[in-house]
T-cell receptor, first 114, second 114 residues
Framework: GNSVTQMEGPVTLSEEAFLTINCTYT??????LFWYVQYPGEGLQLLLK?????DKGSNKGFEATYRKETTSFHLEKGSVQVSDSAVYFC?????????????FGAGTRLAVHP | DGGITQSPKYLFRKEGQNVTLSCEQN?????MYWYRQDPGQGLRLIYY???????QKGDIAEGYSVSREKKESFPLTVTSAQKNPTAFYLC?????????????FGPGTRLLVL
């Protein structure tokens, strides 16, 4: 079945460092890919998405490119801030059951220090 | 302001008690979803509804029930049959754009067992 694998956290960085959070997926067909962010005690917020191969999603300085050849959707940011500390979830859309659902990775916790 | 609201923020359940979590959206989205999040894990789908008066079981529906009498509302009942209800519950709704679906999440309800 379809699945998403994220790099394990926590990821600890100093402010202004470069961020990469790896995400790879297994899927049949051409799913949409998403990154969601969850701040402590809150729900998930959509960070960015890509709906087809070679699409680049971007938002708030974060970017991710849909790479079908490597089945990856790695999240990057050139200069992180303390306020970026959160848990990041990679997800793909799955219609194999005849309905839309999201398949999530386990999440990667990011801690940014001043 | 358009969005998804969930209430209460925290909910306590006694042994053998049924409790109901509220989810309301004013985004005019057709589809709504309930997910469960356990510590350190991604989200798992409990139930979903694509239109009013219709809903389907997700991956972990046992011990839960839902209704969809209005487009805006999708309440989730955690029954006494759910033996391990302690979790963070997230409601989502979705919009279809260009044939691709995007889900948006509410702020969540944390359920604790007394």
């Amino acid at each position: 079945g379809n699945s998403v694998t994220q790099m394990e956290g926590p990821v600890t960085l100093s402010e202004e460092a470069f961020l990469t959070i790896n995400c790879t997926y297994t899927a049949t067909g051409y799913p949409s890919l998403f990154w969601y962010v969850q701040y402590p005690g809150e729900g998930l917020q959509l960070l960015l998405k890509a709906t087809k191969a070679d699409d680049k999603g971007s938002n708030k300085g974060f970017e991710a490119t849909y790479r079908k050849e490597t089945t990856s959707f790695h999240l990057e940011k050139g200069s992180v801030q303390v306020s970026d500390s959160a848990v990041y979830f990679c997800a793909l859309s799955d219609r194999s059951g005849g309905y839309n659902k999201l398949i999530f990775g386990a999440g990667t916790r990011l801690a940014v220090h001043p | 302001d358009g969005g998804i609201t969930q209430s209460p923020k925290y909910l306590f359940r006694k042994e053998g008690q049924n409790v109901t979590l509220s989810c309301e959206q004013n985004l005019n989205h057709d589809a709504m979803y309930w997910y469960r999040q356990d510590p350190g894990q991604g989200l798992r789908l409990i139930y979903y509804s694509q239109i009013v008066n219709d809903f389907q079981k997700g991956d972990i529906a046992e011990g839960y029930s839902v209704s969809r009498e209005k487009k805006e509302s999708f309440p989730l009942t955690v029954t006494s049959a759910q033996k391990n209800p302690t979790a963070f519950y997230l409601c989502a709704s979705s919009i279809l754009t260009g044939g691709k679906e995007t889900q948006y999440f509410g702020p969540g309800t944390r359920l604790l067992v007394l």
